[in-house]
Nanobody, 122 residues
Framework: EVQLQASGGGSVQTGGSLRLSCAVSGIGTGHYAIGWFRQAPGKEREGLSCIGVSGATHYSDSVKGRFAVSEDSAKTTVYLQMNSLKPEDTAVYFC????????????????WGQGTLVTVSS
């Protein structure tokens, strides 16, 4: 059974940092790309970052330079380090698995975790 579980969300002030984790089981990150998306109330799911099978990383313009995606050596957990957080980063954050890395659209992602809430106050 394929499972992704996102965790690490919480409340921080503007300028703060959080590290999200995505625990992956049932599939190997050596075979799937893992992407991070977020969804704010009333908005579409937005792609943020992705780490491919080769370890190559991709970022959307909205988070480039502030967020960093990485994975552990066992390829069972993918992290999203979020720095310099802003109130507009407030959303539910999801991790998903896809055959190909993409931050353009949630289409192509076959599996999703349950989401973790990030709240950034001014």
């Amino acid at each position: 059974e394929v499972q992704l579980q996102a965790s690490g969300g919480g409340s921080v002030q503007t300028g703060g940092s959080l590290r999200l984790s995505c625990a992956v089981s049932g599939i190997g990150t050596g075979h799937y790309a893992i992407g991070w998306f977020r969804q704010a109330p009333g908005k579409e799911r937005e792609g943020l970052s992705c780490i491919g099978v080769s370890g190559a990383t991709h970022y959307s313009d909205s988070v480039k330079g502030r967020f960093a995606v990485s994975e552990d050596s066992a390829k069972t957990t993918v992290y999203l380090q979020m720095n310099s957080l802003k109130p507009e980063d407030t959303a539910v954050y999801f991790c998903g698995a896809a055959l190909f890395c993409s931050t353009k659209s949630p289409e192509g992602y076959n599996y999703w975790g349950q989401g973790t809430l990030v709240t950034v106050s001014s």
